[in-house]
């Protein structure tokens, strides 16, 4: 397809502008040295040009997305219609309060419920995503023990399962982190935690259902012992969406945590969202939050963050109540327990046991016997109209493919999904290379990573 | 899968070739290679900077993933392979080849493998 640069034509656009009627001034200071290269289209040729690229995606709306750890359930239409409401997009974030009361409860209402469900007292919506939410979340842990006078706390534990966003976040807030290896069951191996804890603990950073979709029974266990040393526990709500209504991280011992809105709570995720990461904490860590006094961390976005997104978050939470909270995390464990059953046996499991929200499997015998690797799995979904799975995470299991189906498919899509697996496992017997070159009906075959990588072309060369 | 005999390795995957001068060449094995894939990117340390045995000095890129690079001694770099920023594939190609720092005033060598018993290693992670 064309770029939009390469529909461009000189004199070409939307608009009209009348005449001139003030005296053109020419700034010299602040005068372009380059070209603007703005492109020139008429609004047909943009409208062509947007839905062409929509054609070649896939989203939610269009198939199955069973992108492990990435949540991509379903996104209602009637949180597009609330957020669209203008009571909330004819606002102006710098009004006086008293005049945005609406947007207020919003926020109040939102915090007051996911409050409820995370087992946390505060909670600000600041932060634009989830690793926004992490990095947000370990200031508020380095204000405790700094005011506190407890400098010595320089450490932050991760497991070795753990999302890579944590130890990122860990050392752009300053810490050094220390990575302990996980159990063979990828659960926190307790001796070596006992082992590494210490008084330069600074906080533990953790998902509970890990990252490999196991509930860590040990949960309380593990809180205890970085509290015992001086720590504080850091709850990174990737995969909540196992556990809604069910048990709550503020009940497992965790002292902060973030949310992914744009997950667990059914706004949308591909393609910029955007997302919303907020953090919540226990009420001794509230005067550290962002919008806070004198010992908060100051501010880490603009005013309350992504609002709307917050809007949408709230109208999900509404419509599903206390006991659909508690059901869309049911379906969702009993989803995924539905594929990795029907799959194993076929498919090696990395970890064969009633898993929670995901599974992974391990594709390193398909890889060794047939030259096909989890990439080549993943490819030839796509000719099924399916997303493929999250690829190569968590580290831990050699040609990982994670799969996480959400709440939101039918049994009649997950018999769709199996079906694709298991003609995908039999063709790569039969014909390995078929499996190896695919897509083969998408608009875009198999595209050469590895040079795109290399040699990346990040802007139009005009 | 190659495994020179004249090299020393780590379990973390890393080869060491002891020099005359008493420096060593760092690099990562064939075995490593292999199962990161194509390599796209490695960020490298700067001369100067103090090694820690079992501790990342450096970490590449592959399509797959992002991994540390462990270092095999403790020392200093005393010289970087400049050569891998603009050619990472090199690392695929020539694995022995492509070496990544030359460390200065090593220590603890002695708890290298050597070819044999790095194979067995790499063998059983299979």
Redesign the interface.
């Known amino acids: 397809m064309k770029l939009l640069f390469e529909r461009s034509v000189p004199g070409c656009g939307c608009t009209i502008l009348p005449a001139c009627d003030v005296p053109l001034v020419e700034l010299d200071a602040a005068k372009r040295e380059q070209a603007l290269h703005l492109p020139e289209v008429s609004e047909n040729e943009i409208s062509r040009h947007y839905t062409e690229l929509a054609k070649e995606t896939h989203g939610v709306n269009d198939g199955s997305y069973p992108l492990g750890s990435c949540t991509m359930k379903y996104n209602p239409k009637i949180n597009e219609v609330a957020a669209a409401l203008p009571g909330f997009t004819k606002i102006h974030p710098l009004q006086p309060d008293h005049t945005a009361q609406g947007c207020l409860e919003v926020l109040q209402t939102a915090e007051k419920l996911l409050c409820e469900i995370t087992g946390m007292d505060r909670m600000t919506f600041q932060p634009a995503a989830g690793a926004h939410g992490e990095f947000t979340g370990l200031l508020l842990i380095k204000a405790y023990h700094d005011h506190r006078g407890d400098t010595k706390r320089t450490k932050i534990i991760v497991p070795d399962s753990a999302h890579g966003t944590n130890p990122a976040s860990a050392v752009m807030a300053g810490y050094q982190v220390i990575n302990i290896p996980s159990r063979a069951d990828g659960c926190v191996d307790l001796e070596v935690l006992r082992a590494a804890v210490g008084e330069d603990t600074a906080g533990l950073m953790l998902t509970n259902p890990n990252t490999v979709g196991l509930f860590d029974k040990n949960i309380l266990e593990i809180t205890r012992i970085i509290h015992e040393a001086g720590g504080l526990n850091y709850y990174d709500g990737a995969n909540l969406n196992a556990v809604m209504g069910l048990v709550r991280p503020g009940d497992m011992g965790f002292d902060v945590i973030h949310l992914n809105l744009h997950k667990t709570f059914s706004t949308p995720h591909g393609g910029g969202g955007p997302g919303s990461g907020p953090v919540g904490c226990k009420a001794f860590l509230q005067d550290y939050l962002p919008e806070t006094g004198a010992q908060s961390i100051g501010r880490v976005k603009a005013f309350h963050g992504n609002f709307l997104v917050v809007v949408k978050a709230l109208n999900y939470i509404l419509m599903l109540g206390r006991e659909g909270i508690l059901q869309a995390s049911q379906n969702a464990v009993l989803n995924a327990n539905y594929l990795r059953k029907k799959l194993s046996g076929v498919y090696d499991m990395a970890y064969d046991e009633t898993c929670m929200h995901e599974f992974v499997m391990s594709l390193e015998q398909e890889k060794h016997e047939e030259s096909v690797s989890a990439l080549d799995v993943a490819k030839a979904l796509l000719d099924y109209g399916i997303h493929p799975p999250t690829m190569y995470f968590p580290l831990i299991v050699h040609e990982a493919l994670m799969v996480e189906p959400t709440e939101t498919e039918s049994k009649e899509n997950l018999d769709e999904l199996i079906r694709a697996f298991l003609e995908i496992h039999e063709k790569a017997k039969t014909d390995p290379e078929y499996i190896r070159s695919a897509p083969h009906t998408t608009t875009i075959k198999r595209l050469d990573e590895v040079a795109a990588a290399r040699n990346p072309k990040l802007r139009y060369e005009f | 899968m190659n495994f020179p005999k004249e090299l020393k390795y780590s379990k973390s995957h890393e080869w060491v070739k002891e020099e005359a001068d008493g420096t060593a060449l760092i690099g990562l094995t064939d075995y490593a290679q292999n199962?990161l894939g194509?390599l796209?990117?490695v960020n490298l340390p700067q001369e100067g900077d103090s090694l820690a045995a079992g501790e990342a000095f450096a970490d590449v890129?592959s399509?797959?993933?992002?991994?540390d690079v462990f270092s095999p001694v403790s020392g200093v770099v005393a010289e970087v392979n400049e050569e891998l920023a603009d050619a990472?594939?090199l690392m695929n190609k020539d694995p022995y080849g492509a070496w990544l720092i030359r460390a200065g005033e090593i220590t603890g060598t002695e708890e290298l493998l050597d070819a044999e018993a790095y194979e067995a290693f790499a063998k059983e992670q299979?």
Not at chain 2, 63 to 67: E, G, L, N, P, R
């Open positions: 199962e194509d796209v990117f890129e399509v797959k993933a992002v991994s990472p594939e299979e």
